[in-house]
């Protein structure tokens, strides 16, 4: 994977930069290799599962977690652009109800590192973007929640969001963070 790591405004969230190797046929990159993620991020990581999405410009996804089983995320684009945000959810945590985001991108290739006990969420800014993700748990129905997108006790600055985006039913009923269910940070 051979990476680079940016640290954001959030300590435990992290964005990782690949080295890509580009020639006249095009480019090559590890999208994922565990030692050296472990290496760059001083974490082990076991991922159980991937995911894939695709959405229209304007879509905006989360803020997701689940209560039990939680999911640790590692975020990428294969096509399109997306603004990508992690929320401390952990009562009690130094940084509770701050957020941390960054563009990600088919073009620049970056990685969002969204650990578990945090709210995940994305927008849609280009005209499609389709979104890759490893998980470190099972998805869990039964465990998932969800919190207001425009809760303004965390004030999100979503970009070029002109008007209302599009959600799903589940988020249009989500919580907001005074009201959600959250886990305890013992940290």
């Known amino acids: 994977?051979?990476?680079?790591?940016?640290?954001?405004?959030?300590?435990?969230?992290?964005?990782?930069?690949p080295s890509v190797f580009g020639d006249e046929r095009g480019f090559?990159?590890?999208?994922?290799?565990a030692i050296d993620f472990n290496s760059a991020t001083g974490m082990t990581c076991d991922f159980v599962q991937d995911n894939h999405s695709k959405s229209s410009r304007g879509v905006l996804r989360g803020l997701h977690y689940q209560?039990?089983?939680?999911?640790?995320?590692?975020?990428?684009?294969?096509?399109?652009?997306?603004?990508?945000?992690?929320v401390d959810i952990r009562k009690g945590s130094k940084t509770f109800?701050?957020?941390a985001g960054v563009e990600l991108s088919a073009e620049n290739k970056r990685q969002l590192w969204v650990p578990e006990n945090f709210a995940h969420g994305f927008l849609v800014i280009s005209h499609v973007a389709e979104v890759l993700y490893k998980a470190t748990d099972y998805y869990a129905p039964q465990h998932e929640r969800s919190i207001r997108w425009d809760d303004p006790d965390i004030a999100v600055n979503w970009p070029q969001l002109t008007s209302d985006p599009v959600i799903s039913a589940k988020d249009e009923n989500a919580f907001s963070l005074k009201e959600a269910d959250l886990p305890v940070f013992e940290g």
């Open 1 to 17: 994977m051979n990476v680079s790591v940016i640290k954001t405004e959030l300590p435990d969230v992290l964005v990782l930069e």
């Open 28 to 33: 090559f990159f590890e999208s994922f290799n």
């Open 67 to 86: 209560v039990k089983q939680p999911q640790g995320k590692l975020v990428r684009v294969v096509e399109g652009t997306i603004f990508d945000v992690a």
């Open 97 to 99: 109800g701050q957020w």
